[in-house]
């Protein structure tokens, strides 16, 4: 499964972005999505998840209120709706995808390769 982040850039505080990531892959059938992040100098960190079905969401203390995210399973795209965005929301975002290879049964972890977000202060 190849995942691809979109919408990253630089906002200014306050200010709203869209990362999307699009899943592609036929051999696997994607669980599980989510979103990290990571900053300089910081450990990669969990910023939300969502269910296969969309239904149950999860995300960190710290996004609460601020961030939601969602998916759309006939595109195969996950969304992150970031809106009052603060200085320390910066960092490179991450997809992450658990799927299932509807061959051999096998589940697997798969990564995108990020995308900046950047908030002045």
């Known amino acids: 499964v190849q995942l691809v982040e979109s919408g990253g850039g630089l906002v200014q505080a306050g200010g709203s972005l869209r990362l999307s990531c699009a899943a592609s892959g036929s051999t696997f059938s994607i669980d599980t999505m989510g979103w990290y992040r990571q900053a300089p100098g910081k450990q990669r960190e969990l910023v939300a998840t969502?269910?296969?079905?969309?239904?149950?969401?999860n995300s960190a203390d710290s996004v609460k209120g601020r961030f939601t995210t969602s998916r759309d399973n006939a595109k195969n795209t996950m969304y992150l709706q970031m809106n009052s965005l603060k200085a320390e929301d910066t960092a490179v975002y991450f997809c992450?995808?658990?799927?299932?290879?509807?061959?051999?049964?096998?589940?697997?972890?798969?990564w995108g390769q990020g995308t900046q977000v950047t908030v002045s202060s």
């Open positions: 992450n995808a658990l799927g299932i290879d509807t061959g051999w049964g096998t589940w697997m972890t798969f």
């Open positions: 969502i269910a296969s079905g969309g239904g149950s969401t």
